[in-house]
């Protein structure tokens, strides 16, 4: 790691451990989301209501449950509907997930251009993580997609800290250096400030960490896995990792050359676009 890399992880973990960073906070709408989602016996109506107050939220939902993993014999064209086909829990989970876009922009066109990346990739992640999901485990597609939409959200924190920043923000090999190193670690505080359910709040953390082995399969086995596809092609160094030994991929029971299996992440990757 070169030395300015070195020099503003090195500030940036003091402001973590001292809690002097600026995080972002989740949009009003996630939060009027999740606190109607606490009552056990919400109303379709009510939380249709809640996710209405949010037109581009309410068209995502829609679009989802029109895509090619969800869609029916009859097409969903109204959020209660929408809502009703996908149940409470399932849809506040993705729509407090979708609403996070609202926090990836930036004033600077270069840090608005990274973000728009990162999330890109979250969508894409998160779209393979639910897929995975539904079709080799018992865990909840919500859920899982809802770890692919936060797997990054460390990289937030230190792309606004970078635009404040000019000797930072100029150069992209000791900024690159710095969101590699540290994000996990931020995304981890963030989901905890944020009051992320107890079983995603390790994604960020641990997702890269290849030879991690948990006793049974979990999300982050999923979003670890997805992410390893999405890299498949690119010039990034995961995409040529040897992926049949990882513990991940033998808890989730998958051949990962079988064509079947490359056909569903296919088409899994544009789910939440």
Same mark, same amino acid.
Request: glycine share 4%; proline share 5%; with cysteine.
């Given at each position: 790691?070169?030395?300015l890399?070195?020099?503003?992880?090195?500030?940036?973990?003091?402001?973590i #451990?001292?809690?002097?960073?600026?995080?972002p906070t989740?949009?009003?709408?996630?939060?009027?989301?999740?606190q109607?989602?606490?009552? @056990?016996?919400?109303?379709?109506?009510?939380?249709?209501?809640v996710?209405? &107050?949010?037109?581009?939220l !309410?068209?995502?939902l829609?679009?989802?449950?029109?895509? @090619?993993?969800?869609?029916a014999?009859?097409?969903?064209?109204?959020?209660?509907?929408?809502?009703?086909?996908?149940g409470?829990?399932?849809?506040?989970n993705?729509a407090? +997930?979708?609403v996070m876009?609202?926090i990836?922009?930036?004033?600077?066109?270069?840090?608005?251009?990274?973000m728009?990346d990162?999330?890109?990739r !979250?969508?894409e992640?998160?779209g393979?993580?639910?897929a995975?999901?539904?079709?080799?485990s018992?865990?909840?597609?919500?859920?899982?997609?809802? +770890? +692919?939409?936060?797997?990054?959200?460390?990289v937030?924190?230190?792309l606004?800290?970078a635009?404040?920043?000019?000797?930072?923000?100029s150069?992209?090999?000791?900024?690159?250096?710095v969101? #590699?190193s540290?994000?996990?670690?931020?995304?981890?505080?963030?989901?905890r400030v944020?009051d992320?359910?107890?079983?995603?709040?390790?994604?960020?953390g641990?997702?890269?960490?290849?030879? &991690?082995?948990?006793?049974?399969l #979990?999300?982050?086995?999923?979003?670890q896995?997805?992410?390893l596809?999405?890299?498949?092609?690119?010039?990034?160094?995961?995409?040529?990792m040897?992926? !049949?030994t990882? @513990?991940s991929i033998?808890?989730l029971?998958?051949?990962?050359?079988?064509?079947?299996?490359?056909?569903?992440v296919?088409?899994?990757?544009?789910?939440?676009?």
């Open positions: 790691m070169n030395k890399a070195e020099k503003i992880q090195q500030v940036l973990v003091k402001a #451990d001292n809690d002097d960073l600026v995080l989740l949009p009003e709408v996630a939060l009027q989301i999740r109607a989602a606490e009552d @056990p016996d919400i109303s379709i109506s009510h939380l249709s209501k996710i209405g &107050r949010d037109t581009a !309410s068209a995502r829609i679009k989802v449950v029109n895509s @090619p993993l969800l869609r014999s009859q097409e969903v064209t109204d959020l209660h509907t929408a809502i009703t086909r996908l409470t829990n399932y849809s506040s993705l407090i +997930g979708l876009e609202q990836f922009h930036a004033r600077s066109e270069v840090v608005e251009q990274k728009r990162v999330w890109r !979250s969508l992640v998160a393979v993580s639910y995975l999901c539904r079709n080799h018992q865990l909840k597609p919500d859920q899982a997609a809802l +770890g +692919g939409l936060v797997h990054q959200i460390g937030l924190p230190i606004t800290y635009e404040d920043h000019y000797e930072l923000l150069d992209p090999v000791s900024l690159n250096h969101i #590699d540290i994000h996990p670690l931020l995304g981890d505080k963030l989901l944020w992320f359910p107890d079983r995603l709040l390790c994604v960020p641990q997702y890269l960490n290849l030879e &991690r082995d948990s006793q049974k #979990d999300y982050v086995d999923l979003v896995v997805a992410v596809y999405c890299h498949k092609g690119t010039d990034h160094p995961l995409a040529d040897a992926v !049949s990882l @513990p033998y808890k029971r998958i051949d990962p050359y079988s064509e079947t299996l490359r056909a569903e296919d088409e899994a990757r544009s789910m939440f676009y």
